[in-house]
């Protein structure tokens, strides 16, 4: 009795496919990378970009012509748009929001297949809750034993007009403080060293709770002083905070934390004013350009990341200057450029997609060779200095072990050594090239 889940998107959603694993583990099922043996097969959707739509498509096209020579069930859910979950009535057994994750089990014993699942109790026993807060509380089953994501809110507020977010997941929900705190701290106990906070809009943790929780300099804060006295060596990264919520407070709380990874990822979209208005940003570019000096003031070994999006309606020439500016003032480590796609659901989807898809390409090709230039030139800077770095797998090329430095750089090393992995180690930069460094074991 085997399962196969393929899960798409962003962390969220592997962070949500953990909580789905360890659900139908709890049912007796086993885990197969092989969707041929399975008898239970499903997918985590993401609405989000239709790339990942038109391959749930394609799998469930194939899986039911296997329904002609075995008794299977298929499922999907995720981060799905109302018009996909319409369509996918008519082509999965079964479809269901993550906050009835609890209740997936009753799902499939209803279904009417019979199979040994049907017949058994499962191990997590939730009461229901239509509300995301159920599925909180199903603890997961972690595809890592040194790396692990921990979902700290649902849903998002600012209904940027690219983004059908708010539409898939909802309005933002925080989690509770103690569970969050209290899975931390299990995590870093187990050995655990590198730890995400998830959420669509992190920063804004705990504002739709005032009075009750603690803002998300608060949480940030209490995480260091577990790190403060704890044992364990451990990094906690966060993802994605939005920067009209960013404020110097939190940016504090970060440098006074050794356990607060120097790495920030702060989205800018784009670089021009007009653009940002038309986005729904809620953000000047003075606004963004005062945290990023507050970074660089406060926490100057920190690394930056970004999200852009290039062919944005409306975006011509001068306005994709301003990007060009943008990325060369604030020197990115990393920036992940994407050309701009209407989705359904979002509300830039009613308006003409006006920029053609050679000039996206051209232009994302132009921020590409910026960032070679500012991601190589820090990279450079780090030439004879030892960093503290976590293994975490092998370079496909050289076969020899990778890893990732707290700024999350990729480090190369001069050898494999299997017994380093999930381990953080002192390693000295020897060369630097493009989003990479190598080095050597000291």
Known sequence: MKYHLITLGCQMNIADSERVSSVLEGMGYEKTDNEEDASLLGILACSVRQKPIDKVYNKIAQWNKWKNKRNLITFVSGCLLPADKEKFLKTFDLIFPMSELAQFPDMIREYGVVNPAGLKTPAVLMPKNEHITAMWHIKPKYQSTYEAFVPIQNGCDKFCTFCAVPYTRGREVSRPSDEILEEVRNLVNQGYKSITLLGQNVNSYGLDKKGEEITFAGLLSSIGEFGKTSEHEFWVYFTSPHPQDMNREVIEVIASYDCLAKQIHLPMQSGDEKVLIKMNRRHSMDKYR?????????IPQATLFTDIIVGFTGEGEVEFQHTIDAMEEFKFNMAYI???????????????????????????????????ITSHDYNESMLGKSVRLLVNGTDRKTGFSTGLTEGKVIVRLDQRDDSLMGKIVN???????????SGEVV
């Open 338 to 372: 994407a050309m701009y796609s209407p989705r359904p659901g979002a509300a830039s989807f009613r308006w003409e997609d006006e920029v053609s898809q050679d000039d996206k390409k051209e232009r994302l090709h132009r921020l590409s060779e910026i960032l070679k």
């Open 290 to 298: 005062h945290i990023v000096a507050d970074i660089r003031e406060l």
């Open 427 to 437: 390693v000295k930069i020897t060369s630097a090239s493009f989003l990479s460094m």
